[in-house]
């Protein structure tokens, strides 16, 4: 597993490891593990100094570019334990793909696909007893690129920290698995075609974070956001891609350019489509999805992301208008994609299309 990987280990020693929260009720993103995976990038050396090292804090300038102009990129996978304690990694080349595109937006350097994978993989394997085996729960993983160099003026940063760490979780919403309440916001926007809304960087959290605050405090889960022109077709729910079951059609908004990628998403449309179902990848209005609710040819609605997996949604408000979907119910489609999503993820279920990678 450590031949090969120009990579250093540094393990954390018997005072450095942290007791293990209880895999009840660990919530999202509270507990990190023992390690993290840290590589440096200079433009005279380029990516230099990676290694495996206990987890600790940095020490950064406050200049660093990161926190006045926000090159920032990250993304989330997961690690899963079968039932013979083997450890398995969701489509992680996809997400290391991912960051590349975002990387690549941001004018960021592009990561050494082979280096991250191999070091990912170490350190997934290292901490693996921190994968929690409850029912529900898994390992979130967190790679990060940021500005380092601390210098004021806007141009892309001469050096940058790439980390990945790694926490416990149970279900992104308190809901869990159950249906959320969504509220659709025509007052704020997420992201505009020629933006970044199809990268995965931290200032489009940032930016929704306000939208997200009023819904909840209107008593919603989560918002869905309207395209930023129009406030007319539909684009994402919270941090996650949407779906909806309309008559025979399973239809989701197109990558257009505003909207993520989500692994997730293709997973699904992939999933769906090998039952037999019908996928559309197609603009949808909020008229489209009201009238479908009005007249029940709009079955289900759930939104697909790697935090939250699968997220019916039971119900959602537009113009103080509430509008209930399969009477608040998670859909016998919503509840067979999560539990094949998971069987596969867990290594219980054939995994067809080759989306597992094993650890150890
Ligand atoms: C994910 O689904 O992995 C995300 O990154 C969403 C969220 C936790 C920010």
Not at 323 to 347: H, P, W
Request: glycine share 10%; net charge negative; hydrophobic share 40%.
């Amino acid at each position: 597993m450590w031949e090969n990987l120009e990579i250093g280990l540094e393990k954390a020693s018997q005072e450095q490891l942290k007791e293990k929260p209880s895999q009840d009720g660990l919530g999202f993103g509270a507990h990190f593990t023992d390690h993290m995976f840290l590589m440096k990038w200079d433009r005279e050396r380029g990516w230099h100094d990676a290694k495996i090292c206990p987890y600790h804090k940095f020490m950064l300038d406050p200049a660093a570019m990161v926190f006045h102009y926000g090159q920032a990129i990250f993304e989330g996978m997961k690690a899963y334990k079968g039932n013979k304690e083997q450890v398995y990694l969701f489509r992680p080349q996809d997400n290391i793909e991912r960051m590349n595109v975002s990387a690549l937006r941001l004018c960021m350097p592009r990561l050494p696909v082979e280096k991250v994978f191999k070091g990912l993989k170490a350190l997934v394997y290292l901490d693996r007893d921190w994968i929690p085996t409850v029912p529900g729960a898994t390992l979130y993983i967190r790679p990060t690129m940021i500005a380092v160099e601390p210098a004021l003026g806007v141009r892309p940063s001469g050096q940058y920290y790439f980390f990945i760490i790694m926490c416990p979780v149970g279900s992104y919403y308190p809901e869990g698995f159950g249906p959320t309440k969504i509220y659709v916001t025509d007052k704020y926007a997420r992201a505009v075609k020629g933006g970044v809304g199809d990268v995965k960087t931290s200032g489009n959290y940032a930016a929704s974070i306000m939208a997200a605050q009023e819904a909840h405090q209107a008593g919603y889960t989560q918002v869905l956001w309207l395209d930023a022109c129009e406030h007319k077709y539909v684009e994402e729910v919270g941090t996650s891609n949407i779906f909806f079951m309309i008559n025979d059609e399973l239809v989701t908004p197109p990558l257009g350019g505003s909207i993520l990628p989500g692994i997730t998403r293709d997973s699904v449309i992939q999933l769906a489509r090998k039952w037999g179902l019908k996928v559309v990848e197609k603009p949808i209005t909020i008229d489209e999805v009201i009238e479908s609710s009005s007249n029940g040819t709009l079955s289900e609605a759930f939104g697909t992301g790697t935090a939250a997996v699968i997220s019916p949604v039971g119900e959602f408000c537009y113009q103080n208008q509430t509008y209930v979907i399969n009477g608040g119910q998670t859909g016998t489609l919503s509840q067979r994609l999560f539990d094949e999503l998971q069987a596969i993820q867990s290594g219980q279920l054939e995994d067809p299309f080759k989306w597992m990678t094993r650890v150890g």
